[in-house]
């Protein structure tokens, strides 16, 4: 009974003294100084890990400010659940650690602190639907099962262009197959991918799918960088860095997260109206808006939401074919 006690008492101790440990830590994360300073009338700041490097971005909140790990936990809280297929790969710190790259470039961090929201869980929608393995009776509804992937699954080729063959040549016995938050494919996205991240991603597309912090700076990158030159970013439209042109508006292209939509995914899901695969993703959005305490109204009206009836910034060759 004694030794039991003693025990007991030993447990509690490592429990404190973990609690305090950690409280050490975030305070020391917390008082890293913001350093200022001004250049031709404009404020710049570097706030150290998180928004390193001086940059204009970085004088506003970042992520950790707003977005915390209970936050994270209520949006993919089906993640680790025994059928979940990526058990124990994703995680919020690796989610923050990414974010810390593109932070002072503006991502989560343009804006007051509702547009900052806002994007984050715009971002967070389109990782939710395409790593989901939810479904219509699932346990705690289908969008409560946001990465649970972290591959494609099933792939039915290597996804190989030898069009690239001069600038991202495939690597014998590589496949380049959906990975990642939103799923990268074909060797020229991986090697692109690769290039910014500083990573051999065209020798080893696997790593995406063995580091959590990779898959997620990979899908964050896809957010913030345009698809072809004098196209917006999924970020610049969304944040409204993005102003369009007289063809875009005549073609309904308009700032908001229905543009994401199309840029990210083309008309795959836009410009067919309201289809499932577009419902999906922007159900997604609107229950991240809810459970981080933001109003669906601010995500704007249905042809700002949505990209139903929007023309593709760059039809495919199916689609220009069938017009």
């Known amino acids: 009974m004694e030794r039991a006690k003693r025990n007991a008492i030993v447990a509690i101790a490592l429990v404190i003294l973990a609690v305090a440990a950690a409280r050490v830590e975030a305070q020391q994360e917390s008082n890293v100084k913001t350093l200022v300073k001004y250049k031709h009338g404009k404020k710049y700041c570097d706030k150290g890990w998180e928004c390193k490097g001086w940059s204009i971005y970085c004088c506003n909140l970042t992520i950790t400010d707003y977005f ?21 790969f994703w995680d919020y710190r690796s989610f923050i650690a990414a974010a810390a790259l593109f932070e002072p470039l503006g991502f989560g961090t343009t804006g007051n602190k509702t547009t900052q ?10 990782v939710g639907s395409k790593t989901s393995c939810g479904y219509g009776v699932a346990t705690g509804g289908p969008l409560a099962w946001g990465l649970c992937y972290n591959h494609e699954m099933s792939p039915m080729q290597s996804y190989c262009d030898d069009y690239f063959k001069l600038t991202y040549p495939c ?6 197959y959906g ?36 898959a997620f ?12 030159k004098y196209q917006p970013s999924a970020h610049d439209a969304f944040v409204g860095n993005w102003k369009p042109t007289k063809n875009d508006t005549l073609e309904n ?20 109206g309201d289809v499932d695969t577009m419902n999906n993703i922007v159900s997604h959005y609107l229950y991240y808006l809810d459970l981080l305490g933001l109003t669906r109204d ?19 060759s199916k689609a220009a074919s069938s017009t």
């Open 117 to 126: 929201m806002m994007e984050v869980a715009a971002f967070l929608g389109h």
């Open 179 to 214: 990975r990642g938050a939103i799923p990268i494919f074909w060797n020229y996205n991986y090697g692109a991918v690769g290039e910014t991240l500083k990573v051999d991603l065209l020798s080893h597309p696997e790593y995406i799918e063995q580091n959590a912090t990779l």
């Open 298 to 316: 601010q995500a704007g009206p249905h042809e700002h939401l949505t990209c139903a009836e929007q023309v593709s910034f760059n039809p495919s």
């Open 217 to 228: 700076q990979a899908a964050i990158w896809r957010w913030m960088t345009p698809m072809k």
């Open 253 to 272: 292209r308009v700032p908001g997260f229905g543009t994401t939509m199309n840029i990210l995914y083309g008309d795959e899901v836009c410009g067919q």
């Open 68 to 88: 915390q790990t209970y936050q994270f936990e209520n949006l993919f809280s089906k993640r680790n659940s025994p059928v979940a297929h990526a058990v124990g």
């Open 171 to 176: 690597t014998p016995g590589a496949d380049y």
